[in-house]
C-alpha cells in the first residue's frame, strides 16, 4: 500500500454496445481477445514498452496505466491513433457482424494505488468521459468512425493544443459531459475519417439539456447475466429505436385498431407495453432493451426510470401523483414547484419532457389508470411500460406478450447462474430441473444461485429435491396430518396459483427447507437467493403469507 499518488497516462477503450442481443458469448470472447491483441500490437507501434504499463480488463473493455516515464503526448498519438488504424484494418478481416466499434479516452493524473489496484479522480474522470452521453452519441451519429477519441480538457490544453507529434488541433470538437452533479468540457476526434464530420444536431442537443436542466440516466443495470430474449428485444428495438431522428408516421402506427392516442395532437407518442406473468422476466427484459438503446446513444436528453410498484405485495401501487413528482424531479424540477393535483403535475410533465429525445421505462405498473397520466405527449419521447395485466385499455399502445423462456434459453441460464460447465455435465437433471421451474427465470435464478453456493452438490440432487418439494404437497393431501393442513393448502395454494412467482415460491421453499441449509432468517435467505431486494422480499412475503416461512423443516 503506497499512500502517496503517482502521475500516470490513462488510456480507457470501451467496445461499443458490447451487450448487444446479436452477440453471442463465444463472439464476444473472440472480440476481447482481438481488443487485447490491438493493444498488444499498438503499443509495440508506438514502441512503449509493455512493461512500463499495467492493464485491467473490465469485460467489455479494458484500462492501461502507464508509467510517468511514457510520454502523455505518445498514448494519443501514436498509441491510441494506431490502436484505430489496427482496428479499421482487423475489421476487414471479420466476418459480418463482428465488427467492433471501440470508444476511446486518453487523460493523466496522479492516482494512487493499493491492494485492490488503482484509484483517484482522474481515473474516475476518464471513466466519466468514456461512458459519457455525448462520447456514445458521436459514434451513434457517425456510422463511418470505428473509433471516437475522447480527451479531457486538461489533456486538450496540455496536448492537443499545442501540436505534439503532429496531432492537427483542428480535428477535434469540444462537447459537453454530464455527470451526476458536474459537467465537464471534452474534446472528440474520429480517428480514420478524411475529414472530421460538423458534429450533427444529435449531438448538439445532447451538450447540453434545455435550459440547463440535468440530463437524467436513471435506468438501474439489467442483469448481468441476461440470457435469450433475442426476438423480443429485436423488435422492441426496432419499434423504440429513436436515434435522433423520429421514424416515418407510418412505422409507428400501432397494430390495433384504434391509431392514435389522444394527447399527441401530431404524432402519436410510441408506448410499448410487455405484459406477462410474475417472475417472467418483463422488467429484466426492460432493462436490458433501455439499456442498449442509451448505449447506442439513442436517447441523448436522458432515460427515466418508475418502479410503479404494481405487483410488490405489501406495497401500493404508486400513486400517479407520486410518480409524476419523481419523474418531474429527474428532470431538474425544485420539489417545491411541484404541482398539488395529477392533472397540473401531469401537464407540468408534458411541457418538461416536449422535444426532449427521452426514454421513459414504466416498471411494473398496476393497471392503465396508473400509466396513462404518466405518458408524454412528444413524438420524440419514447415511452416502456411492464405489468402482469395487459394494458388494453391503453390506447396506441403496441402489446408485446412475454412468455416463459424456451427450454434451450432456460438451461442457459441456469448454466449462468449455476456454472454452465455443470450444466453440460449434468445436461439431464438440468432439464429436468427447468422443467420443474416451469422455465420460469424467476425460479431458474433461484436455483441457479442455490446450485452456485454449493458447488459440490450434482444437479441430480437437487432436481430430485425439487420434484420432493412438489410431490410432498401430493402426500400432504393424501395423509390426515391435520397439523400440517395449513402448509398443505398454503402450498397447494402456491403450486396451483397461476401466478408464476406463487410457483417461483414454492421452489424457493423447497430449496431453502433443505436438510443442511442454513436457517432461514430474512437477510440470510436474501444472500443465499441472491436476488435483488425486492424479488427477495416478494418471494418472502409470498412464503410469509403462505405461513411457510416462520416454521423450520416443514413436512418432516
Ligand atoms: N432473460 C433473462 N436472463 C437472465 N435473468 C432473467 C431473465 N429474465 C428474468 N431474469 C431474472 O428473473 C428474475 C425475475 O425477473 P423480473 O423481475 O424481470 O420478472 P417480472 O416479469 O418483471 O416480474 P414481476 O411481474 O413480479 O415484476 C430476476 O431476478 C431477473 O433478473
Ligand atoms: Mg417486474
Known sequence: MRDEPVYRGILGVDIERFSRAEWTDPIRARLRDRLHTLVDDALAHAEIDPGLTVRSDTGDGLWLLADAQVPTTRLLHPLATSLASGLAADNRRMPAGEGMRLRVVVHAGELLHDSYGHTGASLNHAARLLDADATRAVLAACPAAEVVLVVSDVLYDGVVRHAYQGIDPDGWQPVRVHGKETSARAWVHLPGLAAQPPLPAVLAASRVGPAGLPIPRELPRPPGDFTGRVGELASLRKLLRAGGSIAPRAALRPAGPSGGRGP???????????????????????????????????FPDGQLYVNLQGATPGLAPLEPLDALGRLLRALGLDPAQIPTSVEQAAARFRSLAAERRLLILLDNAHDAEQVRPLLPASPTCRVLVTSRPVLATLDGAHQLHLDVLPERQALELLGRAAGPERVAAELQAAAAVVRLCGSLPLALRIVGARLAARPAWPIRVVAERLADATGRLDELRAGELAVRASFDVSLHTLTESSDAADRAAVAAFGLLSLPDGPDLGVAAAARLLDQPEPTTQRLLERLVDAQLLETPRPGR
Open 264 to 298: 399527441g395532437r401530431g404524432r402519436p407518442v410510441v408506448v410499448a407495453a410487455i405484459d406477462g406473468m410474475g417472475g417472467i422476466g418483463k422488467s429484466a427484459l426492460a432493462l436490458q432493451l433501455a439499456d442498449q438503446l442509451a448505449d447506442d446513444g439513442a
